[in-house]
């Protein structure tokens, strides 16, 4: 006998077990994911902007399902007039700065393309057809489940005219910013197959171990995911000045890096990068590339922010969970800002309060986007505005500077948004947002006060020991809303369905207000339709002052604080009531601002 329940997102199986004389069931844990095995050899054209690859993929299929396709992503076709990401730039109200018109007047030299010249399956060639910047492949014999095999392809690909991201010859000049440039196999979980075109939103991978050679111009000097392996073969990182580096004849050098338990690969290159390693008293090295042809000032930022990046590896570690690689890398290239696994690209040409910014919202996307994988395409605010929530945190206590709340911005933002109209449900697929704007504000600024508000409702001590067992229980996988949720509710011992559901999946509001004082008895009332626990301060005509904590029913118990904790407040009831012990001066509504009421003029009240 089987009983199935289905709990949020998560699929619980429950399986009889005979024991003597009696019978139990047994929870078992049915969490799969899939595994990937890539080697790669590249041949890099300099002058051309091309290359050659040849990739074995070994998949194995740990879901319960039997495959009868598998689909990969050409990122970079998505480089080329008339793609789907060229026509939604000329169309949305609203196009990145950075892409505007810019591919649709791409010369036939300067976009990108992936092309499969041959793709076999076990040895045998397998049918496959490109469909913009997806290959679609329809296989021999269905791959089932608990079964690994082994793709063979054969590609050739041309790097795109810097756009967005990826590139050759950015505006900073560097040669190449190698993101998203192999054929990459589509993730397949129990939603299935996720395989949207490429529309310049974000990307998802699958787990696995990367073995990456690259082919290039021995004047270039290459960094990005993983360790290289034959440092004494390029002279470069090789530190024991006792040995002697035996470069190789010829016009190229070969740079060989392995990446273990990783769900992407990002490499860039240029003839021109200075190199400089900053090694931390945990044994983590810092890697830095950039052009050491840059402007004084901006090479001084470049060297002040090297001790200041190791302060944000040692905050993010202890804030959200211990990085569990040898190395990282912050490399001067791409279009601004883009985190990658081991590694980051951001634009070089900045003010050290700037390089610092960055790089430390880029790093902090490594426990986000990177260490927590969750989908980005679906739920691109568990990933950037978890990011901001912890890297504006961090930049306040490392550089002492700024506004406690660092969420502050994104309040004011949300008003406005609030008001304008032009606000989109988080549940909205990445892809499908209405605007740029609409997407950029609820992915970073609505993501991260998820957080912030949070604080207030559960706590702000709950809040951070939410997010460290968080990244304990789902580092390495791909996490749901749900597992957050879970999370933060088994630190507070809180249920919080009613705040993921309001806030993620409806445009409700918070609006409370005080809406009497009479005599000693204090009247609120919801306004807006979200719900919300509320902390009320009270100054009395003596002076004195005494905190009120009103839990909302549905939390099923309070924050913990030094406040007198009332009686929860149902949501459906429109007023609460309560009453104190001396006369009353003035109430306040939630002194913290960290609740996102959309109208703070009621929640203020003097008595007159």
Known sequence: MRKIYLFGLSLIVLTSCKVIKDTTYVAKDTYWQQHVDYTMDVDVDVNKYQYKGKQTLIYTNNSPDDLNKVFYHLYFNAFQP??????????????????????????????????????????VAVSHETVGT?????????????????????????????????????????????????????E???????????????????????D???????????GGTGYLQNPQEVGHGYEDAAKEINLPKGDKLTWHFKAPRVHD??????????????KMENGIDLHFLYKKTLDAKYLKSWKDVQPKTAELMTYFSENVGQYPYKQYSVIQGGDGGMEY?????????????????????????????????????????????????????????????????????????????????????????????????????????????????????????????????????????????????????????????????????????????????EGNKITLERIGQMPMPIDVEVTFTDGSKESFNIPLELMRGSKPTDATVLKDWG?????????????????AIDKSLLMADVNLENNVFEVK
């Open 571 to 587: 949501w459906a009831y429109p007023t609460y009531s309560f009453t104190t012990s001396k006369t009353i001066k003035t109430v």
């Open 265 to 278: 690969f990002m490499w860039a290159a240029d003839n021109e990068y200075a190199h400089d390693i900053f």
């Open 341 to 517: 696994a081991m590694s980051t690209l951001v634009t070089g040409k900045r003010s050290f309060g700037s390089l610092f910014g960055v790089t430390a919202h880029e790093m902090a996307h490594t426990w986000f986007q990177f260490l927590l994988a969750s989908n980005e395409s679906l739920h691109p605010w568990m990933d950037e505005g978890f990011t901001t929530y912890i890297s504006t945190k961090a930049s306040y206590d490392i550089l002492k500077a700024g506004d406690k709340n660092p969420n502050t911005g994104p309040y004011k933002g949300y008003n406005k948004m609030v008001k304008s109209g032009a606000e989109e449900v988080l549940t909205t697929h990445a892809d499908r947002y209405h605007t740029n704007r609409g997407y950029s504000f609820g992915s970073y600024g609505k993501g991260s006060m998820f957080l912030s508000q949070l604080e207030y409702v559960i706590g702000a001590e709950n809040t951070a020991k939410g997010l460290k067992k968080y990244f304990k229980d789902f580092s390495f996988k791909h996490p749901t809303p749900n597992d957050v949720k879970r999370s933060m509710e088994k630190v507070s011992s809180i249920h919080l369905g009613w705040y993921l559901n309001e806030w993620t999946q409806t445009l409700h509001t918070i609006d409370y207000g005080i809406k009497s004082v």
């Open 82 to 123: 008339g793609s789907q990401m060229d026509v939604r730039s000329l169309n949305i109200k609203d196009p990145d700065k950075r892409v505007r018109d810019r591919i649709s007047k791409l010369k036939p030299e300067e976009i990108g393309y992936i092309k499969v010249n041959s793709l076999k399956q076990n040895g």
């Open 134 to 186: 997806i290959l679609e492949v329809v296989l021999n014999k269905p791959i089932k489940s608990g079964e690994s095999v082994t793709f063979e392809m054969d590609f050739d690909a041309q790097v795109p005219l810097q756009v967005r991201r990826s590139g050759r010859t950015n505006k900073e000049g560097i040669a190449l910013s190698m993101s998203q440039w192999y054929p990459k196999l589509a």
């Open 212 to 222: 990456v050679t690259i082919h290039i111009d021995k004047n270039y000097t290459v």
């Open 188 to 210: 397949y979980d129990f939603q299935g197959w996720h395989t949207p075109p490429y529309i310049a939103r974000e990307f998802q991978g699958v787990w696995g171990d990367f």
